[in-house]
């Protein structure tokens, strides 16, 4: 099993307390023998030692958690597992001590769920895991280059890595804007070739979409995509699964900010801070008021605590620890 870090820091106060006791301590023990005084001075960093075992084991109790299982969801369809997390409070504790009790840096082991997404077969996701503080940006790119690179830029800003989902026919004529996309470090998904409505096409053509825009995302950027996100959100279960024999996840979105209307970048910011949640997916398009709303909505977003990742950080069943 994976182990995970994070830091608590001690508080100034405890820290002037523990050296106003330690100084008062040493200066009435100034008129004592050397030995006397050494064994004092080891009796008190024994207390100190079992102060410090006893934070982490309370740090253990908060913090430990069970794993959470993949399910099928009636309504929001695969939700992905979480795992769970159990403190090692002896390395904790030796780590703590070698570090001089300045931080106390947590060892924690992620326990991994007995049943995962890819357990329940072909099934479509709307979501992450409600337990995970984290949402996902997921831009469908099918027409226009022109607000791209200011998008990139304030994506790269805020350091903020979205999903963009693409368009076969565009990739095609906009291979080098789809391979600056991907240098920026941001996830490419698959959004059919030709934007077409999946639920009407045979298996043979929903395959051929898939296949194709692939194919030249691959010529394009140098690696095929594992996320699929159907065009207007229409699918059908033989495009789910055939997505799936294809090695791939259809991705759909749990809040829409319905932005290809171009109403203004102050609704689309409305739209998403009254609606998110945890392990929400919001769908964008390259739209100028999206461009807009994307300065307010990050640093609002990760105001409220929220980690914005990559559509398939969102689905990894990792989960965050804090930072303290």
């Known amino acids: 099993m994976k182990r995970t870090f994070f830091f608590l820091t001690l508080t100034k106060r405890r820290l002037l307390l523990g050296t106003a006791a330690f100084l008062f301590l040493a200066a009435g023990l100034s008129i004592q023998s050397e030995p006397d005084r050494m064994s004092v001075v080891a009796a008190m960093a024994g207390t ?8 982490i ?25 979480l795992n769970g997390v159990q403190v090692d409070v002896e390395a904790t504790y030796e780590r703590a001590k070698q570090a001089g009790g300045e931080r106390i840096e947590i060892i924690a082991k992620q326990i991994p769920p007995r049943v995962h997404l890819q357990d329940l077969g072909p099934v479509p996701i709307y979501k992450g ?23 990139l830029k304030i994506l790269q800003e805020q350091g903020v890595k979205a999903t963009f989902f693409l368009d076969g026919s565009w990739t095609k004529k906009n291979a080098e804007e789809a391979k600056k996309i991907a240098d920026a470090g941001h996830e490419i998904g ?15 053509e929903q395959s051929s979409q898939i296949t194709r825009t692939n194919a030249v995302i691959e010529a394009a950027i140098g690696h095929k ?6 065009p207007s959100g229409a699918y059908g279960d033989n495009t789910v699964k055939t997505a799936h024999q294809l090695g791939m996840q259809t991705i759909l979105w749990s809040l829409d900010t319905v932005d290809w209307k171009r109403p203004s970048a102050s609704t689309i910011v409305s739209r998403v801070l009254s609606r998110a949640e945890n392990g929400t997916l919001v769908l964008m398009h390259p739209t100028e008021p999206t461009r807009d709303a994307l300065r307010t909505i990050i640093p609002s977003l990760v105001k409220k605590g929220y980690q914005l990742v990559t559509v398939t950080e969102l689905l990894d069943e990792k989960r965050p620890l804090p930072s303290l």
């Not at 698959?190 to 043979?204: C, E, F, G, I, T």
């Not at 995509?225 to 159907?230: E, I, Y």
């Open 57 to 81: 084991e309370l740090l253990a109790k908060q913090y430990d958690t069970m794993p959470i299982d993949a399910k099928n969801d009636r309504v929001w369809r695969g939700i992905p597992g």
């Open 48 to 55: 100190q030692d079992e102060s410090l075992k006893q934070r």
């Open 129 to 151: 895991n409600p337990e995970k503080k984290q949402i996902a940006l997921m831009i469908n790119v099918a027409w226009g280059t022109e607000y791209l690179p200011e998008m």
């Open 225 to 230: 995509p594992k996320l699929f996100a159907p």
């Open 190 to 204: 698959n959004h059919a070739y030709s934007h077409p409505d999946m639920s009407r096409l045979s298996v043979a």
